[in-house]
């Protein structure tokens, strides 16, 4: 695969205006590539829904096999995508490793799907056979973000295209490459028939285009709150199902009882792990007023000890932010936040797109990096002194993703999760978490619950059609 070449994965045909990829580290160029203009999506998903057509109709074994080779595929290229990953997005080589490795396992597990029980038998009060069986929505619109490129495309390009549907898939610009052309040489490799899978960069208009078009039932979009209400409007309007993995500000809950030795670690990785740009990031740390000072303490200095640099020219915890623009974001809250009161007990420092992980003290509703999501490498510490008034912070947010909960007490610690409005729950673990086999999504303004993985992917991407058969035609009174 000529990987460092993008133009060679993409369709010649599209119609936009050209982009340049772009190396957050250096600011280099990568490559280029051609975006899609909204009149492409019209174009893609007519020949989605015609190549879907006979796709639908492939035994399930074979649909199988295109899944689990390119679930191989993705280990047996894993240097090439790594550097992509890298150099693309920012990643750090382990969180790279971390994708590919979810690639290949989304690809087996989406492989395992082509063979579930389809449907069931029911019960009828006449004389018939009586079922249900699932069948393709047919043509399916993923819309996926820079900030876990590879992850948030192949969880739903795989299981949508296992299950016997076609799929659009428009990657953030900023990654087209490794969130988004990555798949379609993959795929093409592992045999996919053509027209099965269009790859199409693209900004909003391209996004508005592909929720609007009548021949795409179902959109799978992971991106902002902001973005993902608007994709949920459009959707609604047109009577069509929007599956939305949104934003998140969840809480690490440190009890009383927490081995503080231990719990370190956790919080540094549940906040700065690639730079914090990641839904799940513990965005909000409550920690009891008995553990408080020293947290904040240690917090601090392991936030100073990580090493923030190039990731494809040294060995650093932290890379850059993707681009200026979240880069302003970040510092904006931070320096707002300060300006409201707020302790920088570390960090709140940048060169280029390089920002320091940072530790905040002494914060309350009304500072901004702990009310809002900040979407980089930022850790707000409250306390509290009852673990009511922990589940009451924890639970006082519009977000509902992840919760993390350490304690001595597992079984406290689900007491506790069990008060909190929240989509996942990790006891003696950090908020950032995720398996191929295991439901995602988030409630309130994180999203419309979890979607991916085994039947919750049946759901997202197959109609349920009830179907009745009988020997003789039915007789009427009239």
Known sequence: MPLLDPKAWQSSSLSGQEYTVTEPATGDPLGTVTLAAAEDIATAAEAARAAQAEWARVPHFVRAAVLRKAGDLFAAHADELREW??????SIAGKADFELHVASQECYEAAALASRPAGHILPSEA????????????????IAPFNAPLILSIRSVAPALALGNAVILKPDPRTAVCGGLALAAIFAEAGLPEGLLHVLPGGPEAGQALVADPRVPVISFTGSTGAGRAVGEAAGRHLKRA?????GNSA???LEDADIDAVIS??????????????????RHLVHQSLYEEYVERLAAKADSLAVGDPHRAEVHLGPLIDSGQLGKVHGLV???TSRGAKLAAG??????????????????????????VFGPVAPVRSFAT???AAALAAASSYGLSLGIVTGDAARGLDLAERIPTGIVHINDQTVNDEAVAPFGGIAASGTGARFGGESNLEAFTDVRWTTVRGDVAAYPF
């Open 252 to 254: 690490l809950i440190v």
């Open 387 to 389: 673990a009511d008034e």
């Open 348 to 373: 709140g420092t940048h060169e280029q797109l390089f920002y320091r992980p940072t530790v905040l003290a002494g914060v309350d509703d009304q500072t901004p990096a702990y009310a809002e999501e």
């Open 127 to 142: 004389p018939r056979l009586s079922y249900t069986r699932r069948v393709p929505v047919g043509v399916v619109g993923v």
């Open 85 to 90: 990953l890298v150099r693309e997005s920012g």
């Open 335 to 337: 320096e707002a936040s």
């Open 243 to 247: 599956h939305l993995e949104l934003g």
């Open 266 to 283: 956790t919080a540094a990785w549940g906040s700065f792990f690639h730079q914090g740009q990641i839904c799940m990031t513990t965005g």
